[in-house]
DNA sequence: GCCGTTTTCGGCCCGACTGTTTTCAGTCG
């Protein structure tokens, strides 16, 4: 997926400056526009790069603004664009966008997210029958007025309605990243079921780790192609067949969720894995270098000429190029080509790395203490330590504990400490900063008594800046971690805003552990703010978070992000085999 | 709109599927 933007109204008179994601949306939407209005595709491309840089920056583009930053730095970036994004960050507002949506009626932008409807037609709908909404298109279809354009049939009529039928109905969109585990998982398994598979993988941002996906991308190797697309539609959730040829087929799942499907023969397989992989940037780079070569990359293979230099494998594809092979959570165009050349990718932290999660719930969503329950999957999982954390009385978070179940639960953490078996339990405590700084409940007399310190940022109002709050109660030295660092939330907008330098220094000059929380809505730190803290030299602290211990494996997401972010073995704390923090650990809690 | 020791102009990845087409444009990955 990808390419046209879903239309979002961009949400006006936001508070504070203007998030990346605005900046983003602005350059998609004027993109989608100017795709209409028949502009040079090229430049319509520019546009949409510019959108996906500007995601993926680490930092508030409108602070780099601020402090004066040539951002014609970044690649596809050049001195028009630097200047619009200038002029968004410092008026709010972006003049052509303006001049195109004064000229333009914003339905085209719903037509055009229609699957199927491209600019070119959106443009013919709009010039040669004024159709400006999607209502107007279906009353124009069953008025029979679509037929009669070129390049329009009954066909093209019918599936325009059936596009706007599923539009209506919730479930096109991206999910979250764990949402698709199960699915990806069967689908798997489904295609391994045909005899002929020879390898079968999901592909795309699934196997790039992205914390959401658009689809699911898979790739078969066989030798008998046509076999293997029927064998795949009779995948048991297939609701609808989008289409189906010899070598690719797409399909939509019961709940909406579309399926893309390339068949290949065993000699293409490295090859049609790592275009399938992606990302669309990373495998355009690939094609340029190889085109500089005087080679063609395409799913086939490497060639010179008629000669194959790679195939089969992708190692061998990134070796025709004299690098490193490159593990798919890397291929995002961050990099990772040159550090591939240089023999320099890092090392990635792997779950057999893992010793310890930095936090799981003491006191399921019942009342109920569940140390024990955590402590054997965490056994299981072979963990040696495990921190026990729930949000204090007095905190004002959502679930926070009574005193008395405070000591229940510090009962059964000594219980379990006291057969000194693995995992060795930290008892620890969540508490609440709020924008002023304040920690509640005041942290220093439950530290004295060994209880570890987590705190998480709490706005009060939407969008509040959190940055001076934070820093402050860093600085007391009173916090062994900070958890949920930036208040993101996948697919949404974050819970507060927080300047993620400040953050960063902050944490590493106080000694704090940044989380990696691995709960599939937050994974916070994202990819990007997990390797800008290691670039710092901040502690970085995985968690799975998990409310009950089937949730454990939450912390799998985390280091898939951390991985995301190029860290190392190293540069986790959970990689330690013994329990990170300094405070006593008495079990007293 | 971006970019460049081949280039400051003229390229910009490459292929599959569909529907309407009489040879291909549009859309998508
Ligand atoms: N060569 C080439 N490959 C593409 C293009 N668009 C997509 N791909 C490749 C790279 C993508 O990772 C892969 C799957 O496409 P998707 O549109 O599903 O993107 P992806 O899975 O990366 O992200 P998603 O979460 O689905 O939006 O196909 C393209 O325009 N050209
Ligand atoms: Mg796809
Ligand atoms: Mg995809």
């Excluded at 840089?53 to 040539?70: F, K, N, Q, S, T």
């Excluded at 990359?297 to 190692?315: I, Q, S, V």
């Excluded at 990134?318 to 593990?327: D, L, Q, S, T, V």
Aim: with cysteine; net charge positive.
């Amino acid at each position: 997926m990808g390419g046209k933007a879903p239309h979002r109204k961009v949400a006006a008179g936001t508070p504070g400056e203007i998030t990346n994601s605005e900046v983003a949306a602005m350059f998609r939407t004027l993109a989608d526009l100017l795709a209409i209005e028949g502009a040079n595709p090229f430049r319509v491309e520019a546009y949409r790069r510019a959108a996906r840089i500007v995601e993926g920056l680490p930092r508030p583009v409108a602070a780099m603004v601020a402090e004066g930053e040539d951002l014609t730095r970044f690649y596809g970036i050049g001195k028009d664009l630097a200047g619009k994004i200038r002029t968004i960050v410092e008026t709010g507002r972006l003049p052509l966008l303006d001049e195109m949506l004064a000229r333009m009626p914003e339905g085209l932008l719903d037509l055009l997210s229609l699957p199927g409807l491209g600019p070119a037609r959106v443009r013919l709908l709009h010039e040669q029958l004024g159709i400006e909404t999607l209502r107007e298109l279906e009353d124009a279809i069953r008025a029979g007025k679509l037929r009669r354009l070129p390049g329009f049939g009954p066909k093209t009529e019918e599936k325009i309605l059936a596009a706007i039928a599923r539009m209506r109905h919730p479930g096109g969109g991206r999910r979250l990243l764990a949402e698709v585990e199960e699915t990806a998982r069967a689908i798997e398994t489904h295609l391994g079921t045909f005899p002929g598979t020879i390898h079968a993988a999901v592909a795309g941002s699934f196997r790039r780790r992205k914390e959401s996906v658009g689809d699911l991308d898979c790739v078969m190797a066989v030798e008998d192609g046509a076999g293997a697309i029927r064998h795949f539609l009779t995948f048991p959730r297939r609701a609808e067949t989008v289409s189906a040829g010899i070598t690719r087929a797409t399909i939509l799942l019961d709940d909406g969720l579309q399926v893309d499907l390339r068949v290949v023969a065993p000699e293409s397989w490295g090859t049609t894995l790592a275009y399938f992989t992606g990302s669309r940037a990373h495998t355009l780079a690939l094609r340029h270098l190889a085109r500089e070569k005087g080679w063609k990359l395409n799913e086939y293979g490497l060639f010179a000429g008629e000669r194959r230099l790679a195939g089969p494998t992708e190692a061998g594809l990134y070796a025709a190029f004299g690098m490193e092979w490159i593990p798919p959570e890397l291929r995002e165009m961050r990099g990772e080509l040159a550090a591939a050349s240089a023999h320099r990718l890092p090392e990635l932290a792997t779950r057999a790395d893992i010793r310890g999660d930095g936090r799981v719930r003491g006191i399921g969503p019942d009342g109920r203490v569940i140390v024990a329950r955590q402590a054997e999957a965490a056994r299981r999982a072979g963990l040696a330590w495990l921190g026990i954390a729930d949000p204090m009385p007095g905190s004002g978070l959502r679930g926070a504990l009574a005193e008395d179940a405070l000591s229940r639960r510090a009962e059964a953490i000594a219980r379990w400490n006291r057969k000194a078996i693995a995992p060795r339990l930290l008892p620890a405590g969540i508490f609440a900063i709020d924008p002023s700084g304040r920690i509640r409940p005041d942290p220093a007399p439950w530290r004295a008594r060994g209880l570890v310190i987590v705190a998480r940022p709490r706005a009060t109002a939407l969008h509040e800046d959190m940055t001076d709050g934070v820093e402050k109660a860093i600085a007391t030295g009173l916090i062994d971690i900070l958890a949920t660092p930036t208040g993101r939330r996948v697919l949404e907008s974050a819970e507060f805003s927080i300047d993620p330098v400040r953050l960063i220094e902050a944490a590493r000059a106080n000694d704090v552990c940044l989380e990696i929380c691995g709960i599939p809505q937050r994974l916070d730190l994202s990819d990007v703010h997990a390797r800008m803290a290691r670039k710092a030299g901040a502690r970085i602290l995985l968690a799975s978070a998990a409310t009950t211990p089937e949730r454990q494996i939450q912390i799998g997401y985390a280091l898939d992000q951390a991985r995301r972010g190029w860290l190392e073995a190293k540069d986790l704390v959970n990689t330690r085999d013994t329990p990170p923090f300094s405070v006593a650990i008495s079990g007293e809690g």
